[in-house]
């Protein structure tokens, strides 16, 4: 029932700036906490930023903390990710992914979601 697609990828120079949508449909995206996660080849998932469903609280991995900023229109149901200052190794398929009942302890881990979207290719280069 609940889909996420993810849009928004490209190419981007270092030091340039991109965003990233996630559209959320099949339920109401207002009571799930929603995050970005990346993929790099030959790496494993990493979190990225979470949003709680209230919009009131968010984290973030420290290797992006200052230069992503995440946010969610409820009414629109999609979340954003924002991205500046993007260096090469923020390089990867960037996925978006949502879980009804996610704690705080948890939320940093990709395998407590329950839905994924198919992802969306950033490549940072010049």
């Known amino acids: 029932q609940v889909q996420l697609v993810e849009s928004g990828g490209g190419l981007v120079p270092p030091g340039g700036s991109l965003t990233l949508s996630c559209k959320f449909s099949?339920?109401?995206?207002?009571?799930?906490?929603t995050g970005w996660f990346r993929q790099a080849p030959g790496k494993e998932r990493e979190f990225v930023a979470t949003?709680?469903?209230?919009?009131?609280?968010?984290y973030y991995a420290d290797s992006v903390k200052g230069r992503f900023t995440i946010s969610r229109d409820n009414a629109k149901n999609t979340v954003i990710l924002t991205m500046g200052s993007l260096k090469v190794e923020d390089s990867a398929v960037y996925y978006c992914?949502?879980?009804?009942?996610?704690?705080?302890?948890?939320?940093?881990?990709?395998?407590?979601?329950?839905?994924w979207g198919q992802g969306t290719q950033v490549t940072v280069s010049s």
């Open positions: 992914a949502a879980d009804q009942r996610l704690i705080t302890s948890s939320l940093r881990f990709p395998d407590q979601y329950d839905h």
């Open positions: 949003i709680k469903g209230n919009g009131g609280s968010t």
């Open positions: 099949g339920r109401t995206m207002r009571t799930y906490t």
